[in-house]
C-alpha cells in the first residue's frame, strides 16, 4: 500500500491499481484520518461540512442513457479542467438494493464483474467504497454511471475539490461545497444543466451549520 500526496489530504493508493474497493469502516477510518485538512465528516452512511460558508447545489436526474454518461463525466471531473488534473477520488455506494430486485440484479452485476476486472471478487454489500488512483477518471466515470442508471445513492469525493457529490434514489444529484468560491465555481462549471440552490433539508442534511440556513 502507498500513500499520495498530490492533493491537500492524504489519500491511499491500495496495491497502486487504477479502482480499489473498500469497505465501510475502511471509508469511515479514512474520512476521519483527513477530516481535519478535508472538512469532511461522516455520520452512519451520510457526509457533511460543519462549515458556516457551506452550501449545497441541486441537480436534476438524466433523462437518456446519453445523458447519464454525459453527467458520469460531469461528476467525475468536477473541481478540475483537465483528466492530468485528476489526484483520485472516493466513491461509496450507500444504497444499491432499492427498486425492483431483478432490474437491481443487474446493476450488481454489472458492477461486479467490472469489480472484478480489478481483482476484486467482493459483492458490493462487503465493500461497497471504491478508491481510484491518480488519473483514473475514466474508470470513475464508468462506475458513477449505474449509480444513475439503477438510481442508486452514492457518495463522490474528490482529492483536493472542497467539495463531495451526492447522487440519491429520489431522482436528484446534488453537489455539496465547502466555501463560497468553490460553490460560485461549481455554479459557473454546471450552468449549462441547470443547477439549483439546494433546498432547506438538503442543507440541513449535508450542511447542518450552514449560515443559508438563517439567510432569508
Same mark, same amino acid.
Given at each position: ?64 442513457? %446519453?445523458?447519464? !454518461?454525459?453527467? *458520469?463525466? +460531469?461528476?467525475? &471531473?468536477?473541481?478540475?479542467?483537465? $483528466?492530468?488534473?485528476?489526484?483520485? #477520488? ?12 431483478? %432490474?437491481?440484479? !443487474?446493476?450488481? *452485476?454489472? +458492477?461486479?464483474? &467490472?469489480?472484478?476486472?480489478?481483482? $476484486?471478487?467482493?459483492?458490493?454489500? #462487503? ?12 474508470? %470513475? ?76
Amino acid at each position: 500500500m502507498s500513500v499520495n500526496h498530490s492533493g491537500p489530504f492524504t489519500m491511499i493508493a491500495f496495491l497502486e491499481r487504477a479502482m480499489t474497493a473498500i469497505t465501510d469502516e475502511e471509508i469511515r477510518e479514512f474520512l476521519a484520518k483527513n477530516e481535519s485538512s478535508i472538512g469532511i465528516r461522516v455520520h452512519n452512511r451520510i457526509l457533511r461540512y460543519d462549515d458556516l460558508e457551506s452550501n449545497v447545489l441541486c441537480l436534476k436526474f438524466p433523462e437518456t442513457p %446519453l445523458r447519464a !454518461t454525459y453527467f *458520469s463525466r +460531469v461528476v467525475s &471531473m468536477l473541481g478540475i479542467e483537465d $483528466e492530468a488534473m485528476f489526484y483520485g #477520488a472516493l466513491l461509496w455506494i450507500t444504497l444499491s438494493d432499492i427498486g425492483s430486485p431483478q %432490474l437491481e440484479k !443487474t446493476g450488481w *452485476s454489472m +458492477v461486479e464483474m &467490472m469489480r472484478r476486472g480489478f481483482g $476484486e471478487n467482493r459483492p458490493i454489500e #462487503a465493500a461497497p467504497g471504491h478508491w481510484f488512483r491518480n488519473g483514473a477518471v475514466v474508470e %470513475l466515470a464508468a462506475f458513477v454511471l449505474p449509480c444513475f442508471v439503477f438510481g442508486w445513492d452514492a457518495f463522490i469525493v474528490p482529492n483536493g475539490g472542497n467539495l463531495f457529490v451526492r447522487i440519491s434514489h429520489d431522482e436528484y444529484w446534488a453537489v455539496v461545497t465547502r466555501d463560497a468560491e468553490t460553490y460560485d465555481a461549481v455554479l459557473n462549471s454546471l450552468k449549462g444543466i441547470g443547477p439549483e440552490e439546494g433546498s432547506r433539508g438538503l442543507l440541513q442534511t449535508f450542511c447542518p451549520h450552514s449560515r443559508h440556513l438563517h439567510s432569508d
